[in-house]
């Protein structure tokens, strides 16, 4: 008989293609992970791992039952939260993800208040890129994403919440008026600085650069925000920065911020959940409050300086 508990450890082992490391995954010895993946194969009567001495790889049969088991224990989850969450809104566990370059942003914005309005609201949070929060949502890891839209994936409901828009950060020099706008083709290609592959923040970017004839990037590339800020204020470069990062990454009177031309980049942040999850009246409250987060904010770049 194949139990949810065969299915969550073999789960951690596809993804993480080594016993030990599975066995820390599920809190449990690995001994006791091995014996469950050995039963699991007898009851399925199919060998679904190939044990090398310092790796595993699945099988072409176990790489079907990871597919399988994954929707099956996303379902399960999806269950267990249908009985949880049917009383109230934003009560009980929310595993939130949520985009580095939108975390320490907007959650400075969102957590008082859902501390204040949702107290029983026991929130995880879970930073990291896109692709692996997707991944994660999917596989019922978590329960909703904040993120760049879109998604990208089948399975995923979204919710746009509002348009980040794109400013381009320079050096400050002593002739430059920051009432001005830019165009993008006036922005040079190999002084364009973004952060580093597989972020979002640079994809969007290079698709709002990209149809515009403008190749040969900078090979620069990062892993947050702060570092390419501080590689502009020394005149190292340029780069696309949103909006809502303008009051903590644009403090150094060094940078100056220029609108581009209309229509104006800008990026849709919204959140992602999984389309068979219960849990919608959460996500729809959560979007709200997030909403009207940001109205009462109002996000604006720095107050500009003429010259």
Same mark, same amino acid.
């Given at each position: 008989? #194949?139990?949810?508990?065969?299915?969550?450890?073999?789960?951690?082992?596809?993804?993480?293609?080594?016993? !030990?490391?599975?066995?820390?995954?599920?809190?449990? &010895?690995? =001994?006791?992970?091995?014996?469950?993946? $050995?039963?699991?194969?007898?009851?399925?009567?199919?060998?679904?791992?190939?044990?090398? =001495?310092?790796? /595993?790889?699945?099988?072409?049969? @176990?790489?079907?039952?990871?597919?399988?088991?994954?929707?099956?224990?996303?379902?399960?989850? +999806?269950?267990?939260?249908?009985?949880?969450?049917?009383?109230?809104?934003?009560? @009980?566990?929310?595993?939130? *993800?949520? #985009? =580095?370059?939108?975390?320490?942003?907007?959650?400075?914005?969102?957590?008082? #208040?859902?501390?204040?309005?949702?107290?029983?609201? +026991?929130?995880?949070?879970?930073?990291?890129?896109?692709?692996?929060?997707?991944?994660?949502?999917?596989? !019922?890891?978590?329960? %909703?994403?904040?993120?760049?839209?879109?998604? @990208?994936?089948?399975?995923?409901?979204?919710?746009?919440?509002?348009?980040?828009?794109?400013?381009?950060?320079?050096?400050? &020099?002593?002739?430059l008026d920051e009432r001005c706008r830019v165009a993008p083709?006036?922005?040079?290609?190999?002084?364009?600085?973004?952060?580093?592959?597989?972020?979002?923040?640079?994809?969007?970017?290079?698709?709002?650069?990209?149809?515009? *004839?403008? !190749? $040969?990037?900078?090979?620069? *590339?990062?892993?947050?925000?702060? &570092? /390419?800020?501080?590689?502009?204020?020394? !005149?190292?470069?340029?780069?696309?920065?949103?909006?809502?990062?303008?009051?903590?990454?644009?403090? +150094?009177?060094?940078?100056?911020?220029?609108?581009?031309?209309? =229509?104006?980049?800008?990026?849709? #942040? *919204?959140?992602?959940?999984r389309k068979t999850s219960p849990r919608k009246h959460d996500f729809?409250?959560?979007?709200?409050?997030? %909403?009207?987060?940001?109205? $009462?904010? @109002?996000?604006?770049?720095?107050?500009?300086?003429?010259?």
């Amino acid at each position: 008989m #194949i139990t949810l508990k065969q299915l969550r450890y073999f789960d951690a082992l596809a993804r993480h293609h080594h016993f !030990g490391k599975a066995a820390r995954a599920c809190a449990v &010895t690995q =001994p006791a992970l091995s014996m469950q993946i $050995h039963e699991l194969e007898a009851s399925l009567e199919i060998t679904l791992v190939e044990r090398r =001495p310092s790796e /595993v790889r699945l099988t072409r049969e @176990g790489r079907e039952v990871a597919r399988r088991g994954a929707v099956i224990l996303s379902e399960a989850h +999806d269950l267990m939260d249908c009985g949880r969450h049917t009383a109230s809104v934003l009560n @009980g566990s929310l595993r939130l *993800g949520i #985009i =580095p370059s939108l975390a320490p942003y907007l959650l400075p914005r969102v957590l008082p #208040i859902l501390e204040r309005e949702y107290p029983d609201l +026991d929130l995880r949070l879970r930073e990291t890129l896109t692709e692996t929060l997707v991944d994660e949502l999917v596989r !019922g890891d978590l329960d %909703v994403v904040l993120m760049a839209l879109p998604a @990208g994936h089948a399975d995923v409901e979204c919710e746009p919440l509002f348009n980040d828009r794109f400013l381009l950060a320079t050096k400050s &020099t002593p002739d430059l008026d920051e009432r001005c706008r830019v165009a993008p083709e006036d922005v040079a290609a190999d002084k364009l600085m973004l952060l580093e592959e597989g972020h979002c923040l640079r994809d969007q970017a290079l698709t709002y650069c990209s149809p515009l *004839g403008m !190749g $040969h990037f900078s090979n620069f *590339g990062a892993t947050s925000l702060t &570092t /390419v800020m501080q590689m502009v204020a020394a !005149g190292y470069g340029v780069t696309l920065l949103p909006e809502i990062c303008t009051d903590v990454e644009v403090r +150094d009177e060094r940078i100056a911020l220029l609108r581009f031309t209309e =229509p104006q980049p800008a990026r849709t #942040i *919204g959140l992602a959940w999984r389309k068979t999850s219960p849990r919608k009246h959460d996500f729809e409250a959560l979007a709200h409050l997030i %909403v009207e987060a940001e109205k $009462h904010h @109002g996000t604006r770049p720095r107050r500009q300086r003429s010259r």
